[in-house]
């Protein structure tokens, strides 16, 4: 077996396909889009080659097959107990040999940049894409979401990989009932005239961009160490998104003209895209747009949800869902709610999650593995 640094058009096609080949037979796979994934290795998109440095590699077996993929990669902002690189992409057959073999590949690639572990599979970017190993909830993956076959938690945990945190998604059924407690909250709320609800709507997009901003920041910029946003940085997200917003699911709650609270959804690209394929050209465009008005999709997904400190404990949690669940349920064809994961040490999230009386749909872990097998291993830190 060898490796094969990824730089030829046809490797970085073998790269991009594979995963495909190896799930041909599964109903659940969907196969990202190649200008996802090729976004990751562009150093003029990608601002992480400012801070690190990022190699992926095809192995092959002694016929020349294809029998696995890896991208490896060292984030010097990626903060830990002791220097740690990262690896993402990773595919391989159902062979526990052919995967040891990636693993010390790639262990043997961050020892000479100095590096004392590994986590993966992870992203050389942010968290909200490509991150973490499935292993529970086999189910078509959300947009931007890793998905692989259930054989390579073996494949991890035999080499000696630990679990450093679990990441959780939580989902709901959109017409099961609401709990009696939020009602009641939605009812005591409903009586202070300064209190108000409404929908994102895609013509106000600047405003909601800094209402946005100014409830996260100071809901969650802080919490655990994390950092502000600009208003500009929301606003090219939700430029970004704009094509696919939809104006009955995403809601804003103010104390008068004060945002106080915000709770942000958009529907499952995932519905879409797996009828236009992997690639997105042009053609592909009009497709997804022709796809998009004809097939109803029936998953939202949760990005955001927050309170203003100031405002926490008070009810604004049970008006805010109620005021857009009445909405949504009328306005659209949505069936199914899933929440993009929440890693099991941000206990505060998890709770706000059961507060919205979901149940865990899926589980992925991020694993980490030690070069130094004599030092004990430690999870990842609560906050």
């Excluded at 490896?72 to 690896?87: I, M």
């Excluded at 693993?103 to 909200?128: S, V």
């Excluded at 709770?263 to 992997?278: A, H």
Aim: one cysteine or more; aromatic letters at 16%; charged letters at 25%.
């Amino acid at each position: 077996m060898r490796a094969q640094k990824v730089e030829s058009a046809a490797q970085i096609s073998e790269f991009l396909s594979f995963p495909a080949k190896l799930y041909k037979d599964d109903p659940h796979y969907i196969q990202p889009l190649n200008n996802d994934v090729e976004a990751v290795f562009d150093s003029k998109k990608n601002k992480f080659f400012r801070f690190g440095e990022c190699e992926r590699f095809l192995f092959l077996n002694d016929n020349n097959e294809t029998v696995g993929r890896v991208a490896v990669f060292v984030n010097r902002k990626y903060r830990n107990e002791q220097p740690t690189g990262g690896f993402g992409f990773f595919d391989c057959i159902n062979d526990q040999q052919t995967a040891d073999f990636i693993f010390d590949f790639c262990r043997n690639w961050h020892q000479q940049r100095g590096m004392e572990a590994m986590d993966g599979p992870i992203n050389f970017g942010e968290r909200d894409k490509f991150w973490g190993l499935l292993i529970e909830g086999f189910s078509e993956p959300l947009y931007g979401m890793n998905y692989n076959a259930p054989y390579y938690q073996q494949l991890f945990e035999n080499f000696g990989f630990q679990i450093y945190f679990n990441q959780l998604c939580f989902g709901r059924k959109v017409h099961d009932p609401v709990a009696q407690n939020f009602l009641e909250m939605h009812a005591r709320v409903k009586r202070n005239p300064a209190i108000s609800a409404q929908r994102m709507k895609v013509r106000n997009l600047e405003k909601y961009a800094a209402d946005f901003t100014e409830v996260y920041n100071r809901a969650w910029a802080q919490h655990g160490g994390g950092k502000e946003i600009s208003k500009t940085q929301t606003l090219k997200l939700f430029n970004t998104l704009k094509p696919v917003i939809n104006e009955h699911i995403s809601w804003f709650v103010y104390e008068n003209e004060k945002p106080i609270a915000m709770w942000m959804n958009i529907p499952d690209l995932n519905q879409w895209f797996k009828y236009t394929g992997s690639e997105f050209g042009i053609w592909q465009k009009i497709k997804f747009l022709v796809v998009k008005k004809f097939k109803k999709n029936t998953k939202m997904v949760g990005l955001v949800f927050g309170i203003v400190p100031e405002w926490q404990r008070k009810g604004i949690d049970g008006f805010m869902i109620w005021e857009g669940t009445k909405h949504f349920r009328r306005t659209t064809d949505f069936e199914d709610y899933e929440m993009q994961w929440i890693g099991d040490f941000n206990p505060k999230m998890i709770k706000i999650a059961e507060n919205l009386e979901t149940m865990v749909t899926r589980k992925l872990a991020t694993y980490r593995y030690l070069f130094d097998r004599t030092k004990p291993f430690e999870r990842h830190r609560r906050l």
